[in-house]
C-alpha cells in the first residue's frame, strides 16, 4: 500500500520510520506496478536471512550501519552510503548495530 500522507509534501528519512526493540520495522512510501520504495529500521541484532530477488534493489543507509552479503560477499554500508542488490543474486542483511535504510526497487 502507498503512503499517500507523504504526497506533495516534505519529510525528512530518519523520522519516517523508528526503531523497535528487537524488531524490523517497515514502511512503504510508495508501492506501484513498476516499482516500490520502503524504509526499514533494523534493531541491533535483527536481520533478513538470504534470499533472492527478481529485480536490481538499492539500499541507502540514512542512519547506522548495514552489514549486507551479496553473493556470499560481506559488504559493510555506512550512513550515507549505498549499494546495488542484483536481481537474481542472493543477499542478506544484518544489524550488527541498528540502522535504518531505504530500499528501491524497480520492477521494469
Do not use: C
Not at 3 to 15: E, F, K, S, T
Not at 24 to 43: M, N, Q
Not at 61 to 71: K, L, N
Not at 97 to 107: D, G, H, Q, S
Amino acid at each position: 500500500m502507498k503512503d499517500d500522507n507523504l504526497a506533495g509534501r516534505v519529510a525528512g528519512l530518519i523520522g519516517l520510520v523508528e526503531y523497535q526493540t528487537g524488531s524490523i520495522v517497515s514502511r512503504t512510501v510508495i508501492d506501484k506496478p513498476t516499482g516500490t520504495l520502503t524504509l526499514f529500521a533494523f534493531d541491533k541484532g535483527q536481520g533478513l536471512s538470504e534470499h533472492t530477488a527478481p529485480f536490481d534493489a538499492m539500499v541507502y543507509v540514512f542512519d547506522g550501519e548495514a552489514e549486507i552479503a551479496i553473493s556470499g560477499k560481506p559488504l559493510v554500508v555506512n550512513q550515507g552510503e549505498m549499494v546495488i542488490m542484483p536481481a537474481n543474486q542472493p543477499h542478506a542483511l544484518k544489524a550488527g548495530r541498528r540502522f535504518k535504510m531505504m530500499l528501491v526497487m524497480i520492477k521494469s
